[in-house]
């Protein structure tokens, strides 16, 4: 099992000669015992760990795999990005609908 990351780049604006970084591109394989590859896109850092642990506990045969104890902060942290712009978007909504309703 493998993760590997790459950023993408790509030229942003009027500036022909200066690209920016865009996003980082996370992608896992998975080798089974056939020979056979699974590709995964977008796993976490924080889910790719927990994935690991598994991953390794089911190859090994070892017994009943207990689920994962979620904790709340990681999981913000892990997806704050979206967070912010479903807060952002909300705001926005409940913003333009105050506006439109408020109106004489």
Known sequence: MVQTEKEV???VGSS???SSHI???ITTLITLSDSRTIKLN???HLDFEEFH???NKLKRG???IKDQKRHF?????DNLNGIAWIILTLIMTTGLAYGIFMQN
């Open 42 to 44: 977008s796993i976490g």
């Open 23 to 25: 996003y980082t591109d």
């Open 62 to 64: 070892e017994g009943k």
């Open 16 to 18: 022909l000669w200066k």
């Open 73 to 77: 902060l990681l999981y913000l942290l």
């Open 9 to 11: 780049s790509a030229v």
């Open 53 to 55: 642990q598994t991953f």
